[in-house]
């Protein structure tokens, strides 16, 4: 009996293995076409940069609309072809700027392996945002006494607004290296006439752009590590709903 038993399971095994051996592969569970859709890393990416781009030209609209009417950045009546005084390249331009560094900074927490878990919720970015616009709203509207107290303060809210909202070393790091070169970009611009700063006070500029390019830059971070997470959260949850 237990020699019958034995030859019977040792048949089974061979069909077992003859089978996995004829297909070459254990058959995997189909996919939907929506999920893979939906799951696609490059299609992602391009959905959360074309966010990040709507979201730096609204801003770029706002945040200039406010440097104009102060009568801080002055374009040539050429070229000033948008409802909101703008030169018709700005918003583009910021718009594009936005979507590199909104991307850029979750692929950098990737690459180091410290995912960035400081205030991932989207009530602390809006919050990120409305401080930003607040800080632009202070180097168009408030008077101090001379450029220097303006540019001082302007460094301390954006320090104090990477602190509040970021705390990490690769952003602080990426948010001076972006803001050094968007500078010089800007410099660069002026030195050509294709716009001008009034009261320039260091080299073409004001001293205090750095600043404002700071905060940008950590803004837009945080705005593009946020849209990572949700996006990761989604694809897992539809994934496992598949």
Not at 196 to 222: E, K
Request: aromatic letters at 12%.
């Amino acid at each position: 009996m237990s020699l019958t038993l034995t030859a019977m399971s040792n048949s089974t095994v061979t069909r077992g293995q003859q089978q996995r051996s004829g297909s070459g592969q254990m058959p995997q569970p189909s996919q939907s076409p929506y999920i893979s859709v939906i799951t696609n890393r490059t299609t992602n990416m391009v959905i959360r940069g074309a966010m990040l781009f709507f979201v730096g030209v609204f801003l770029a609209l706002v945040l200039n609309l406010l440097q104009v009417q102060r009568n801080v950045t002055l374009f040539p009546p050429d070229v000033i072809s948008s409802i909101f005084s703008s030169a018709w390249w700005v918003p583009p331009c910021c718009g594009t700027a936005s979507a590199v560094i909104g991307l850029l900074y979750p692929c950098i927490d990737s690459r180091l392996g410290e995912p960035h878990k400081f205030k991932r919720e989207w009530s602390s970015v809006m919050r990120c945002v409305a401080v930003f616009v607040g800080i632009n709203h202070a180097s168009a509207k408030v008077d101090f006494a001379n450029n220097v107290q303006l540019s001082l303060t302007l460094a301390a809210l954006s320090i104090g607004l990477w602190w509040t909202f970021d705390r990490s070393r690769s952003g602080f790091s990426l948010g001076v290296s972006i803001a050094l070169l968007a500078t010089l970009a800007t410099q660069l611009l002026v030195y050509n006439g294709v716009f001008q700063y009034t009261s320039p006070d260091f080299l073409y500029i004001r001293s205090w752009l750095p600043c404002i390019f700071f905060a940008g830059v950590i803004t837009m971070g945080n705005i593009g590590r946020q849209l990572a997470l949700y996006e990761y959260k989604f694809v897992q949850e539809k994934t496992h709903q598949d």
